[in-house]
């Protein structure tokens, strides 16, 4: 599904974009160009970040780490890549 009609990019071009760490809708359009014309796609790019992080969240374990370690995961920032809380995103 294309998500920025303007560029042509697809929902899972953007995925791809954040999984492999973008972390911001700017990083996002640096990596893909999406929302970089007309601008009407950013929201639904933030909103599939926003989605990212709640998955990050729901899929992170926390019996694998300690209570130090997610303090820091969480200074980090909620996107800081992880191999153990970056989600595999299929379109
Ligand atoms: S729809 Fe993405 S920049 Fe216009």
Redesign the pocket.
């Known amino acids: 599904m294309f998500v ?4 042509g990019v697809t929902d899972r071009t953007i995925r791809e974009a954040i999984a492999a760490g973008a972390q911001t809708t700017e990083a996002v359009s640096a990596c893909t160009k ?8 950013r929201p639904e790019i933030e909103e599939m970040l926003a989605e990212a992080r709640q998955l990050a969240r729901t899929h992170a374990c926390p019996e694998q780490a300690c209570p130090e370690q997610l303090a820091d995961d969480e200074s980090d920032g909620p996107l800081a890549p992880s191999p153990r809380r970056l989600p595999i995103l299929a379109a």
Do not use: F
């Not at 920025?4 to 560029?7: D, E, N, P, S, V």
């Open positions: 920025c009609c303007c560029i999406a929302g970089t014309r007309c601008g009407s796609c």
